[in-house]
């Protein structure tokens, strides 16, 4: 199957900093891509759609200006994590729609976050 | 969940034992998926079924769709110690977005 890599994979900040999370499609194109995060024995939880060239779609409740997403090509996305906080500390994995295929979203192998 | 829930949450049965987990969704879907995942670690896509489909299998895997109750089964037989995992059943509708059911917490004991 189609590799969507996400990187980094583990990154530990202090509070008010900002983290950055790349997410690539290593042999396709992404016209869009998808960022879930995930506590600790639960589901993931859609946070936004990236969309390439354009504003990312977020879901109800999650802040934008809290996680930036930014989709600048057809294979990569981003998401920043702004003034995180130790409430930030999560599991996030980004998936990935191959265009020129059915419709399989790939993961990527997730980034666990720790802010103290 | 953000689209329905999955039963039971959890599950520990022994090697050997067949494993089933329910999911059910809200809305209508175009296909719904089965996913895997080890703790602390990415998914691992296992099978996708589409909305005209009833029934797939794949090694081990089968499962079951049936759009009329918005429910599907994962079934998996002769379980083995490497098959504890949380398994997630995911759907996808006409905007692409795969939304994700609660997840089964399954527990093979050797």
């Known amino acids: 199957g189609a590799v969507v890599s996400q990187h980094p994979s583990r990154v530990i900040c202090k509070s008010g900093t900002s983290v950055k999370i790349e997410c690539r499609s290593l042999?396709?194109?992404?016209?869009?891509m998808f960022w879930y995060r995930q506590f600790p024995k639960k589901s993931l939880m859609l946070m936004a759609t990236?969309?390439?060239?354009?504003?990312?779609?977020?879901e109800q409740g999650v802040e934008k200006d809290k996680f930036l997403i930014n989709h600048a090509s057809l294979t990569l996305s981003t998401l920043t994590v702004t003034s995180a906080h130790p409430e930030d500390s999560s599991f996030y994995i980004c998936?990935?729609?191959?265009?020129?295929?059915?419709?399989?979203?790939?993961f990527g192998q997730g980034t666990r976050l720790t802010v103290v | 969940s953000q689209q329905g829930e999955e039963d039971p949450q959890a599950l520990s049965i022994q090697e050997g034992e067949n494993a089933t987990m329910n999911c059910s969704y809200k809305?209508?879907?175009?296909?719904l998926q089965w996913y895997r995942q080890n703790s602390g670690r990415g998914l691992v896509h296992l099978i996708l079924?589409?909305?005209?489909?009833r029934e797939k299998h794949s090694g081990r895997l089968r499962v079951t769709l049936d759009t009329s109750k918005k429910s599907s089964s994962l079934l998996i037989t002769a379980s083995r110690a490497a098959d504890t995992a949380s398994y997630f059943c995911?759907?996808?509708?006409?905007?692409?977005?795969?939304?994700f059911g609660a997840g089964t917490r399954l527990f093979v004991k050797a």
């Open positions: 990236s969309n390439e060239g354009s504003k990312a779609t977020y």
């Open positions: 995911a759907t996808s509708s006409g905007g692409f977005k795969t939304i």
């Open positions: 809305t209508s879907i175009n296909n």
């Open positions: 998936s990935a729609r191959d265009k020129g295929q059915g419709a399989e979203a790939f």
């Open positions: 042999d396709f194109q992404a016209t869009t």
């Open positions: 079924i589409r909305s005209n489909e």
